[in-house]
């Protein structure tokens, strides 16, 4: 009994390690009933509610199902790399090329854009309503010691922060930066509830505002804060299901899934949340 227990344990730790095991590829929801599951890891166009009406679409025409794997952009690359999704839809376009580069993505696609926008306390402490460039802003919110959100994850919104404080001159730490560890809304909530600046994008800005009441947009429209989303699937007989994968990316970026992305969250907000590819080529590098 002994020895069986012993294996048993050793067979546990085993499959808890395996790649492809992990818990963080867990799907957080799945679209469709089809057998034919495929698995696509993003973040905000997830939370958002995007990710659902495009997957409705595509598996309309394909009798195909979707798990939606909740990541930051970072977190959905390496699970690409890991073999755990066969899909992402990212905003972290150096690591995307590096991925193509070394030859565990492929079709890297544009699929659109937002933006992202500085928000703060509406009596703006640091002043940032003057600042002449997104790392100018930045460089005011440090000198005044005024309370800052960060996401801390490694997700593309943390990447282009580190970046633009880099700019900046500014290593940020002390009391006054707070690492969230979470996703967009959960950190722009709390940033609403500490009177914080916070670099978030224009989509969840859209979605989340009615609730906001100590926070307004402060600075925006440095090319920098341009947020390209492109999407990335397995390479060919990688994954079981890396050809409906293959076919989705193609989706999004036909008129139809287009289309779908240019109108996303006009009924509800009175404005589009995200703007579509032939828009995002101007700011796509």
């Excluded at 050793?10 to 963080?24: D, E, I, K, R, W």
């Excluded at 799907?27 to 958002?48: I, K, M, N, Q, W």
């Excluded at 922060?161 to 909530?189: H, Q, S």
Aim: hydrophobic share 40%.
């Amino acid at each position: 009994m002994r020895y069986f227990k012993f294996h048993l344990i050793t067979l546990f730790c085993l499959l808890v390690l395996m790649p492809g095991a992990s818990t963080a590829a867990e799907c957080r929801a799945t679209y469709g009933d089809s057998g034919h599951v495929f698995r696509l890891a993003t973040g905000s166009p997830g939370e958002l509610g995007l990710l659902e009406e495009l997957a409705d679409a595509f598996n309309a025409e394909r009798n195909t199902a979707m798990c939606w794997v909740k990541a930051g952009s970072g977190k959905s690359l390496k699970l690409l790399q890991n073999k755990e999704v066969d899909a992402v839809m990212v905003h972290a376009p150096a690591a995307e090329k590096k991925a193509v580069a070394d030859g565990w993505a492929v079709k890297r696609s544009l699929i659109g854009s937002n933006e992202f926008y500085i928000v703060g306390p509406k009596n703006d402490p640091a002043g940032i309503a003057s600042a002449t460039s997104a790392a100018d802003a930045y460089g005011k919110i440090a000198r005044t010691g005024s309370n800052f959100l960060s996401r801390g994850d490694n997700s593309g919104t943390n990447k282009k922060e580190r970046r633009i404080w880099k700019t900046a001159g500014v290593t940020p730490g002390g009391d006054w930066y707070i690492i969230t560890k979470d996703f967009m809304m959960a950190t722009l909530k709390k940033a609403n509830q500490v009177n914080g600046y916070f670099m978030t994008d224009s989509s969840t800005w859209v979605a989340g505002k009615k609730d906001l009441n100590n926070l307004k947009v402060l600075f925006r429209g440095d090319p920098v804060l341009i947020n390209t989303y492109h999407g990335l699937c397995q390479p060919a007989n990688a994954t079981p299901a890396q050809p409906q994968a293959a076919a989705f990316i193609d989706f999004i970026g036909s008129e139809k899934g287009q289309a779908l992305i240019r109108n996303y969250g006009k009924p509800l907000y009175g404005e589009a949340m995200y703007n579509d590819a032939e828009y995002a080529k101007k700011y796509d590098h």
